[in-house]
């Protein structure tokens, strides 16, 4: 019989998605229950990952397998559609649900108010997301990916205003012909392989015949430049910093995941379907993923340091992440895999403190830009009850602003730069750990640890010397207020990162256990074949 | 008829592409239509071309042979509604972007105006 917790799987799907229908048909006067209804959506989804993680895990009960299947409407695998949850896509659902949660309750401070259906959106993002991260088949996939950008059109357009017009224009232009690409991709893999379920995929291709390799390949790398796009590769990443800018702040926090996504599906294909043991399509990829991640990173590094505005430092520091996870995923390795799934959290929740951070900080520094930000809305109809309504700001002042601003930035400066002891250190030392594990370190690793330290100087500089300028210089006006609502969500992030550190250890742990898994492939086989066995017992 | 297909396949490919790196917003918007043209169809020659074969099967056992591949069709079918419903999202964006910025350039400035 099924129990409920396996019905736990598909709830990161149809929560959001539930919740955003439900508020899809109040209009903005209802304000603060729409904001209950989210923020309690968010903390749900909170809960709900670490269960999965717990589960996936064998936390829940020993013995059990660590993957977990579940077929869509009981419709049998390679006919249906699955979701699996697997120790990778528990830990990514926890990410996403972290980074969601703190995002959004930022948002209530201020941002959530400068236009329509915030909330809806967002939400929609967090389904498209969970969605992207849960599913077993490629098409399955592409729905789910295209349910995230439909969101964050509208996300990066929230607020409205010319310089996110133009550049929403760029992004939603980019994406649409990406995803062109991605069903050019999708289909010219069923061509040859005859089936879009990923395990059904893993067992097919190491059979496939010599003359239909090159076609396969082809499907999988144009498939592939799809992901990259959204991760950020160069050189097609020159959308990303930009448009990151324009975003309002808790958008492009929320944003931090999203170049994730592309990672996470590089590194689920290339290990389920590319891995070790798949005949002779076996790591074809590899290369570009090393020499294009070392470019991205080169790029990034370069923008970091010649870049001024914040906004646009953390932008390129999402390339430089990028890069060096892609190149640590072409580089290949158990050791490596954990280490890189270790920065890949730790920076993901760095960045997305920094773009909450950054916020406070430039208005200090500038408040009358930060006025200027909140633009006429474009579509009248649709802004009833937003920005009509003058509001005070939500939630109790605190004192000593720039000193709580102050340290915060120093904190995500740390994070980012690298430097011990926080989780940025270690999680850069693991990857160096990783590559000087090998008994001859091939040219590349050389190449990718001194890239890592290289880049890790120059954020270190970017950012001393945006905070010495956004900070110490002493501004003609009082230091303008820092209201509650922001500071704790970006504490939550902060403290994550410190959890983080402390917790090392059996998080390693069970990173190494995620690579693993991610190496041997036969879990994730194995699970979708006994669900579907199981399902066609049902009845 | 597979190079009827591939032929118009190639032409909608490469009017799409010329259009989409025009500078006007409008002509982005054609070509991205153009192009979503072009995929669906080749979507459509990735399960084989075969003409008078249904592609919904019967209850009964009966040869596969006689009918096409399903699953193209279906994967076609929702790709359309969502090349649509995108291009329509730019289509707005695109009135918004003409209004805040008043030129249909896509960088929002004509190349003189700097």
Request: aromatic share 10%; charged share 15%.
């Amino acid at each position: 019989m099924i129990s409920w917790i396996d019905h736990l799987v598909i709830a990161p799907i149809i929560l959001p998605l539930l919740a955003s229908a439900v508020m899809l048909s109040f209009d903005e006067r209802r304000r603060t229950w729409k904001r209950v209804l989210s923020f309690g959506t968010t903390a749900g989804l909170v809960a709900i990952a670490a269960l999965l993680v717990c589960q996936a895990d064998g936390g829940l009960d020993p013995g059990e397998e660590a993957a977990r299947a579940y077929l869509l409407g009981n419709w049998s695998a390679p006919y249906g559609i699955v979701l699996v949850a697997d120790r990778l896509s528990a830990l990514m659902l926890l990410l996403t649900s972290m980074l969601g949660f703190t995002a959004l309750f930022y948002s209530l401070a201020r941002w959530d108010r400068s236009g329509p259906r915030f909330h809806v959106l967002f939400l929609l993002l967090l389904a498209g997301l969970n969605g992207a991260f849960l599913t077993g088949d490629i098409f399955n996939l592409f729905v789910f990916f295209e349910v995230l950008l439909a969101a964050s059109y509208g996300l990066v357009l929230h607020g409205s205003g010319e310089e996110r017009t133009k550049a929403s224009l760029h992004y939603i232009t980019i994406n649409i012909a990406t995803s062109l690409l991605f069903l050019l991709g999708v289909a010219m893999i069923y061509a040859v392989a005859g089936t879009l379920n990923m395990a059904e995929l893993a067992v097919r291709i190491p059979s496939i015949p010599q003359s239909d390799l090159m076609l396969l390949e082809s499907g999988a790398a144009i498939l592939g430049v799809a992901f990259l796009v959204k991760s950020g590769i160069w050189p097609l990443s020159f959308w990303l910093p930009r448009t990151y800018a324009a975003a309002a702040a808790p958008v492009s926090a929320i944003f931090a995941i999203m170049t994730k996504v592309g990672v996470y599906v590089v590194l689920r294909l290339s290990a389920l379907l590319f891995g070790d043991g798949s005949g002779g399509a076996a790591g074809f990829a590899d290369q570009w993923l090393i020499w294009s991640g070392f470019a991205t990173m080169v790029f990034g590094m370069f923008g970091i340091l010649a870049t001024r505005t914040l906004t646009r430092v953390a932008g390129h520091y999402v390339l430089v992440s990028s890069g060096t996870l892609l190149a640590a995923v072409g580089i290949g390795g158990q050791a490596l895999m954990a280490a890189l799934l270790f920065y890949l959290v730790s920076s993901t929740l760095a960045v997305g403190a920094l773009y909450l951070i950054r916020e406070p900080v430039e208005r200090n520094a500038d408040e009358e830009d930060f006025i200027a930000g909140i633009v006429e809305p474009v579509f009248d109809d649709e802004y009833v009850g937003t920005t009509m309504q003058p509001e005070n700001e939500v939630g109790v002042v605190i004192p000593g602003t720039i000193a709580i601003l102050g340290g915060g930035f120093i904190f995500c400066t740390l994070l980012l730069a690298g430097l011990p002891p926080l989780s940025g250190f270690i999680a850069k030392f693991a990857i160096i750990d990783a590559l000087f594990a090998e008994r001859v370190i091939p040219p590349v690793a050389w190449i990718l640890i001194i890239l890592i330290i290289l880049s890790g100087l120059a954020t270190l500089v970017a950012l001393t010397r945006a905070g010495i300028d956004l900070l110490w210089t002493p501004a003609p006006d009082a230091p303008s207020r820092l209201s509650v609502i922001e500071v704790v969500p970006i504490g939550v992030l902060l403290s994550a990162c410190l959890g983080l550190m402390i917790a090392a250890g059996p998080l390693l742990r069970y990173m190494e256990a995620t690579a693993a898994s991610l190496q041997d492939r036969n879990g994730y086989i194995e699970a979708v074949r006994r669900a579907s066995i199981a399902g066609e017992a049902l009845p | 008829m597979e190079a009827v297909l591939a032929i118009a396949i190639g032409t909608l490919t490469a009017s799409g592409l010329w259009l989409l790196f025009r500078p006007r917003t409008f002509q982005v918007v054609l070509g991205l239509a153009l192009l979503s043209y072009a995929v669906n169809l080749f979507i459509l020659a990735a399960g084989r071309l075969r003409t008078n074969a249904p592609p919904i099967v019967g209850k009964d056992m009966v040869d596969p042979s006689l009918y096409v591949d399903p699953v193209p069709q279906a994967l076609v079918l929702t790709a359309i509604v969502i090349s649509f419903a995108t291009t329509a999202l730019l289509l707005v964006v695109l009135l918004a972007a003409r209004g805040l910025t008043g030129t249909d350039h896509v960088d929002g400035e004509e190349e003189g105006d700097q």
